[in-house]
């Protein structure tokens, strides 16, 4: 018989205390915590190599599915983009092209850590509900 008195009981959270209810925090944290899983495979994968594809490649989709679930289309593909595709091998980082459909202007964004991605995404969301509300 299952003794529901001691579920649990062994299970330890790291930074439990740590709980935010901050969205910014969050957001960054969670960010954060994605690519740094991401490096570290990248690094076991380059000294030892072991590709852990095969072990942790569906933890990756489920985690990537709620980014697009949760943040929406775009803001996802931002995301995805920042964990995987933001810097070369020696970790320089790549710029990301923007293009303002309105005026044909093409610019380069630099994102340098979660915190720029956050606030870059909150300033596009911004001139996308603007620009929404204006066609109305």
Do not use: C
Request: charged share 30%; no cysteine.
């Amino acid at each position: 018989m299952f003794n529901i008195s001691s579920f649990g009981k062994n299970l330890i959270i790291k930074d439990r205390n740590k709980v935010t209810t901050n969205y910014k925090q969050t957001f960054i944290d969670l960010v954060d915590n994605f690519s740094m899983t991401h490096q570290r495979s990248l690094k076991v994968e380059q000294e030892h190599g072991l590709k852990l594809e095969a072990y942790d490649g569906l933890f990756y989709i489920l985690i990537e599915n709620l980014f697009f679930a949760y943040y929406g289309e775009w803001q996802g593909e931002l995301i995805i983009w920042y964990v995987y595709d933001r810097t070369d091998e020696d970790g320089n980082l790549y710029p990301m092209m923007l293009f303002d459909e309105e005026t044909g202007d093409e610019s380069e964004v630099i994102i340098k850590n979660a915190s720029d991605l956050y606030s870059f995404i909150q300033k596009m969301s911004k001139k996308i509900k603007n620009k929404n509300k204006n066609k109305k």
